[in-house]
T-cell receptor, first 117, second 112 residues
Framework: AQTVTQSQPEMSVQEAETVTLSCTYDTSESNYYLFWYKQPPSRQMILVIRQEAYKQQNATENRFSVNFQKAAKSFSLKISDSQLGDTAMYFCAFMKHVNNAGNMLTFGGGTRLMVKP | DSGVTQTPKHLITATGQRVTLRCSPRSGDLSVYWYQQSLDQGLQFLIHYYNGEERAKGNILERFSAQQFPDLHSELNLSSLELGDSALYFC???????????FGPGTRLTVL
């Protein structure tokens, strides 16, 4: 079974600064996908970024980028130029690529990020 | 707005009762997933349907069941409700089985 660990329960950052959220995972699969979702106070789950394990290039979406280290099974999220609207719970998630079976997300416990003005 | 709709938004009921949660996936999405988010268990996968067929079951109790209809909407049925079933229930959808899952706004269930 896969496990996803987020070792930082809470973090804070000043507006306009950069912050990095950590995520490690454990799997014996070689083909899989990794995601970061954010959950603001509205409780909506919003996709931030997706990474395919077979791609060596780190994914980037505007101010959000990842540092994917496959050998170390590490998948950190960097938020640049933090904005007040980035305040949310951030979840790291793993999905394995399995034919003829369900492809569920396995989530970490989350990191609560507070952006301070 | 992800394009995934869930009804109702809130549900308050008593122990022992039965409720049905409804999910409409994004247009064109064939996969529907159900997840439960509770304070003590975090976010947990319940069940996955693909084009009407059950594909995987996670930590879903026997008191819970689901189905996906020909129009691809899905329903999650929770019966003999207990206090511990109080949680936020999310539906997510994706085009296929390896695609990104987009989440609905959730149904908050409170069992009194």
């Amino acid at each position: 079974a896969q496990t996803v660990t987020q070792s930082q329960p809470e973090m804070s950052v000043q507006e306009a600064e950069t912050v990095t959220l950590s995520c490690t995972y454990d799997t014996s699969e070689s083909n899989y996908y990794l995601f970061w979702y954010k959950q603001p106070p509205s409780r909506q789950m919003i996709l931030v970024i997706r990474q395919e394990a077979y791609k060596q290039q780190n994914a980037t979406e505007n101010r959000f980028s990842v540092n994917f280290q496959k050998a170390a099974k590490s998948f950190s999220l960097k938020i640049s130029d933090s904005q007040l609207g980035d305040t949310a719970m951030y979840f790291c998630a793993f999905m394995k690529h399995v034919n003829n079976a369900g492809n569920m997300l396995t989530f970490g416990g989350g990191t609560r990020l507070m952006v301070k003005p | 707005d992800s394009g995934v709709t869930q009804t109702p938004k809130h549900l308050i009921t008593a122990t022992g009762q039965r409720v049905t949660l409804r999910c409409s996936p994004r247009s064109g999405d064939l996969s529907v997933y159900w997840y439960q988010q509770s304070l003590d268990q975090g976010l947990q996968f319940l069940i996955h349907y693909y084009n009407g067929e059950e594909r995987a079951k996670g930590n879903i109790l026997e008191r819970f069941s689901a189905q996906q209809f020909p129009d691809l909407h899905s329903e999650l049925n929770l019966s003999s409700l207990e206090l511990g079933d109080s949680a936020l229930y999310f539906c997510a959808s994706s085009v296929g089985r390896y695609d990104t899952q987009y989440f609905g706004p959730g149904t908050r269930l409170t069992v009194l």
